[in-house]
C-alpha cells in the first residue's frame, strides 16, 4: 500500500468498527491545544475515533491538558515526570540526549514507565500503534512478545537510524521484528533503510514470505486549513523566505544563512526554537542579514507565516553518521499553503517535489546550488508562482482523511 498515489475516487473509506479498540503508543503528543508536538499523531487519532475505540499512551509533562479530546490519554511517567518530560520533549529524543547527557539515567524508569502503562490498558486483542521504533516501538514489541495483541509500528527517520548503531541493533531490533505484525514507514526511501536495517541483516534470514508487510503512508495535514483563500500574486521586495523546524544540525537551517549571505532584497524569517539559535542569531548580525527569528510558531501564526512567504525553504542535512530527515510534515503544509519549496534532495522529499513542477530539489548540503536557485526564484517571480500552485494541487493527497482511511485498512 502506498498513499503516494492519487485516489481515483473520494477519500479512502475508514473501516466502519467502534467496537474495535486502537492503543497508540507514542513519545511524543500535543500538549495543548497549539503545542506541535506529536500534532500529526493527534490528528490521525481524531479522525480515527469515530470508527475506533481510540485510547493514547504519551510521556506526562505538567501543562498537558488533554480534557479536550474525545479519547483518553493515559500520561505515564508522572513520577518520575522531570525525567520523562525532559527526554520525550523539546528538542527531540536524540538532541535532548546529546545536549543534556544526564538524562541518559532516566531511560530504564522511562522506558519502564511507558511499558506499565501499556500493560494497565490490557492491550489483548486490540490493535496498538506505536510511533517511533525507539522507544514506543520496541516497548510495544516486548509486550508483545507473545503476539497477544496487533502490533503496527510506524517508522518517522530519527528512529530507523538509531537502529543500525552496534548496541541497539543487538539488542532492540530482534525485539522489535519479532513483536510487531505490520510496519508503516513515511516514505519509500525510509522503507527501504527501514527493510535493510530489520531484514537483511536479520539471523537466521527472515524468509521473503514470513517477514511482516511495510506499508508507505505518509503523516497526514489538514490541507484545507493550510489552503490559500485568495490566489498568491507576486509581492514587492524583499523576498520572503522561511525557515520552519527545529534549530538543530539535521534541519540545515545553517546552510541557508549561508547561502543568503550577500542576497540583496532577500528577508528571511526562521521559525523554530532550538540549540543552534544562539549562533544562526550571531551569523545573521554579523553578516547584516535581513533576518527575523519568531520562535516557535504554531496554529494561526503558522499559517500567516506561510501565506506572507515567497519561499520556503528546507535545507535538511545527511549528517556524517548517515541519519537523514524520513519526511518533514512541514513540507506538505508549505504545499498546501501554495508556497514555492526549495528543498535538499534527503529522505523521502525528492519522492514528493518534482524538480521544477510543484518545488524546487537541491543537492544536500550543497551551498552554492540552494543559492542559486533561491537567485533564480527571486528573478522568476512567475515561476515560483506557478510552483506553488501545483504544490496546492498535490497536497491534497496528503490530506489527513486520506492518511486515515490508508491507517485504517491496515489496522482493520
Known amino acids: 500500500m502506498e498513499i503516494f498515489k492519487r485516489p481515483r475516487t473520494g477519500p479512502h473509506t475508514v473501516p466502519h468498527a467502534?467496537?474495535?479498540?486502537?492503543?497508540?503508543?507514542?513519545?511524543?503528543?500535543?500538549?495543548?491545544?497549539?503545542?506541535?508536538?506529536?500534532?500529526?499523531?493527534?490528528?490521525?487519532?481524531?479522525?480515527?475515533?469515530d470508527h475506533f475505540q481510540v485510547e493514547v499512551i504519551a510521556p506526562h509533562h505538567p501543562e498537558a491538558e488533554d480534557?479536550?479530546?474525545?479519547?483518553?490519554?493515559v500520561r505515564f511517567g508522572r513520577k518520575h515526570s522531570g525525567g520523562c518530560s525532559g527526554i520525550a520533549y523539546?528538542?527531540?529524543?536524540?538532541?535532548?540526549?546529546?545536549?543534556?547527557?544526564?538524562?541518559?539515567a532516566c531511560i530504564p524508569k522511562f522506558l519502564k514507565s511507558m511499558e506499565y502503562a501499556l500493560a494497565g490498558m490490557n492491550p489483548e486483542k486490540a490493535v496498538v500503534c506505536s510511533h517511533w521504533l525507539l522507544p514506543s516501538g520496541y516497548v510495544t514489541a516486548r509486550l508483545n512478545s507473545r503476539g497477544t495483541f496487533h502490533h503496527v509500528a510506524v517508522a518517522h527517520g530519527s528512529d530507523v537510524h538509531l537502529l543500525r548503531t552496534p548496541l541497539v541493533r543487538q539488542?532492540?531490533?530482534?525485539?522489535?521484528?519479532?513483536?510487531?505484525?505490520?510496519?508503516?514507514?513515511?516514505?519509500?526511501?525510509?522503507?527501504?533503510?527501514?527493510?535493510?536495517?530489520?531484514?537483511?541483516?536479520?539471523?537466521?534470514?527472515?524468509?521473503?514470505?514470513?517477514?511482516?508487510?511495510?506499508?508507505?503512508?505518509?503523516?497526514?495535514?489538514d490541507s484545507e486549513r493550510f489552503r490559500r483563500s485568495n490566489p498568491r500574486t507576486v509581492g514587492n521586495d524583499p523576498l520572503q523566505v522561511v525557515f520552519m523546524g527545529r534549530l538543530i544540525p539535521i534541519k540545515g537551517a545553517c546552510l541557508l544563512m549561508e547561502a543568503i549571505k550577500g542576497?540583496?532584497?532577500?528577508?528571511?524569517?526562521v521559525a523554530g526554537d532550538g540549540p543552534l539559535r544562539g549562533r544562526l542569531e550571531r551569523i545573521a548580525a554579523g553578516n547584516r542579514l535581513n533576518a527575523c527569528f519568531h520562535g516557535r510558531v504554531t496554529g494561526t501564526a503558522k499559517i500567516r507565516l506561510l501565506h506572507e512567504s515567497d519561499i520556503v525553504v528546507i535545507p535538511s542535512r545527511r549528517t556524517r553518521t548517515g541519519r537523514s530527515e524520513g519526511l518533514p510534515v512541514i513540507l506538505m503544509e508549505a504545499m498546501a499553503a501554495g508556497c514555492a519549496v526549495t528543498a535538499s534532495d534527503t529522505g523521502g522529499m525528492p519522492e514528493i517535489i518534482r524538480n521544477g513542477h510543484n518545488g524546487f530539489l537541491f543537492p544536500a548540503g550543497n551551498v552554492p546550488a540552494l543559492r542559486e536557485t533561491l537567485v533564480k526564484l527571486q528573478e522568476n517571480p512567475l515561476l515560483r508562482l506557478a510552483a506553488g500552485?501545483?504544490?496546492?494541487?498535490?497536497?491534497?493527497?496528503?490530506?489527513?482523511?486520506?492518511?486515515?482511511?490508508?491507517?485504517g485498512a491496515i489496522f482493520r
Open 90 to 104: 523539546g528538542w527531540g529524543i536524540m538532541e535532548n540526549l546529546k545536549r543534556r547527557p544526564g538524562l541518559i
Open 67 to 73: 480534557g479536550d479530546l474525545p479519547f483518553p490519554v
Open 263 to 269: 542576497l540583496s532584497g532577500v528577508e528571511i524569517h
Open 18 to 49: 467502534v467496537t474495535s479498540r486502537l492503543i497508540f503508543v507514542t513519545s511524543s503528543f500535543p500538549r495543548h491545544r497549539d503545542d506541535p508536538a506529536g500534532r500529526f499523531i493527534c490528528d490521525l487519532a481524531l479522525h480515527l475515533s
Open 389 to 407: 500552485r501545483q504544490a496546492a494541487l498535490d497536497a491534497r493527497r496528503f490530506d489527513i482523511r486520506f492518511v486515515a482511511g490508508a491507517f
Open 171 to 221: 539488542t532492540a531490533t530482534p525485539a522489535i521484528r519479532s513483536g510487531t505484525q505490520h510496519f508503516v514507514a513515511v516514505s519509500r526511501d525510509l522503507k527501504s533503510r527501514l527493510s535493510d536495517v530489520l531484514f537483511s541483516r536479520s539471523k537466521p534470514t527472515i524468509p521473503p514470505g514470513a517477514q511482516p508487510s511495510v506499508d508507505v503512508v505518509p503523516m497526514g495535514i
